[in-house]
């Protein structure tokens, strides 16, 4: 029997996202979800690396860890701790002069990450929601009552109500080239929220690297801001290390070699890694993570038809991680459009 329930169009899996469409899901609204990803989870995101040698590792390259100031993300994180999705890494991480970093958490706050990888997290919240993924949304038009999302493979999907979740740049552009006017003001405001470049290098060593247990360094520099060891983290078997250049370094070999950004960072860290690298693969992220937040969790439009905007680009400053900002996002999106 065909569903009765609204249905909403989600753009973008990641945790903005993902969150929101459990949350309608509980609700009674039918959420579907496309992504222009191999993979789910957008920013959350692991993959594995393999030397000519065969040898082999996991690695997280997107976010590392999250903390949490809320109570309604502090629920999602207790029951993804009782399920064994999450897990504690550390209560803080070691910098460069030894002590803990703390321009953005109290000492003793706990950083949470992926038991068996960040991306896990959201292959779980993904177990039972409707997702397309490689399916890049090139147009959004409203025909005849609904919301039509056409996508880059020449599908179409559509939906009741239409919640964007990719970074705000990436939204913007999208409603640009669909022909979706927002009002003026409100569209400066949103354009004022930029986001830092992160390049990551992903290096395969020969063994062990001499990053001290738990196994994230917290640089906050140039041209390394963060060095973490996936072994000592507990989600690679293999020697895999990411290294994440710092924005400057990350905007000025933009468009470098991968060989050469590679050299370039692993000559940075080679104090902590302290053995050859036998494999490395590069990663751009364009959207890293937002210098600002709009004031708002969401925004909603009426016109030409329901629409609400949201991701890590908003969120209240109550949250505690860029994660934390995309996650109250999500709720906030899902329980305006729930009720
Ligand atoms: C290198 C790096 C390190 C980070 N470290 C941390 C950290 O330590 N702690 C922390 O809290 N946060 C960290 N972050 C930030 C954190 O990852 C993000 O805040 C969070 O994951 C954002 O989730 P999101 O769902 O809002 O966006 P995303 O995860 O970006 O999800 C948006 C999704 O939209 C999809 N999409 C975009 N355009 C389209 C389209 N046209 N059609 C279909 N799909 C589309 C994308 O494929 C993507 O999957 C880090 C991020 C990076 C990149």
Not at 5 to 31: E, N, S, W
Not at 218 to 228: H, K, M, S, V
Request: charged content about 15%.
């Amino acid at each position: 029997m065909a569903s009765e329930a609204p249905v909403c169009l989600i753009i973008g899996g990641g945790i903005t996202g993902l969150i929101a469409a459990v949350t309608l899901q509980q609700q009674g609204i039918q959420p579907l979800i496309l992504d222009k990803g191999y993979g789910l989870g957008g920013r959350l995101a692991s993959r594995r690396l393999q030397a000519p040698s065969g040898s082999e590792g996991q690695f997280d390259y997107g976010a590392q860890q999250f903390t949490v100031g809320t109570p309604s993300f502090q629920t999602w994180v207790d029951d993804w701790l009782r399920q064994g999705i999450v897990k504690v890494w550390s209560t803080g991480f070691a910098n460069i002069m030894g002590g803990v970093r703390s321009s953005d958490r109290p000492p003793g706050m706990a950083s949470y990450c992926g038991v068996v990888s960040q991306r896990a997290i959201a292959q779980h919240l993904a177990q039972t929601l409707d997702v397309h993924p490689r399916q890049k949304v090139i147009r959004l038009d409203w025909q005849d009552g609904q919301w039509v999302a056409h996508t880059e493979t020449g599908q179409r999907f559509a939906g009741d109500l239409a919640l964007l979740t990719p970074p705000l740049p990436q939204t913007l552009d999208l409603l640009a080239s669909s022909g979706i006017a927002v009002p003026e003001p409100l569209r400066l405001r949103l354009a004022a929220i930029t986001y830092t470049r992160c390049i990551a290098v992903l290096a395969l060593l020969a063994q062990e690297s001499a990053i001290p247990a738990p196994g994230g360094l917290d640089l906050d520099g140039e041209p390394l801001q963060w060095i973490a060891s996936n072994f000592k983290k507990g989600v690679s078997s293999g020697y895999g290390v990411t290294l994440h250049g710092g924005p400057e370094f990350s905007q000025q070999y933009w468009q470098a070699e991968n060989d050469a950004i590679a050299a370039h960072l692993i000559a940075a860290a080679q104090p902590w890694l302290n053995t050859p690298e036998i494999a490395h693969h590069v990663h751009r992220w364009k959207y890293s993570q937002p210098r600002q937040r709009f004031s708002k969790p969401f925004v909603w439009l009426d016109h030409p038809g329901p629409l609400v905007l949201a991701g890590d680009g908003f969120g209240p400053a109550a949250a505690a991680s860029a994660l934390e900002g995309a996650v109250l996002s999500g709720l906030a999106a899902a329980t305006a459009i729930a009720f």
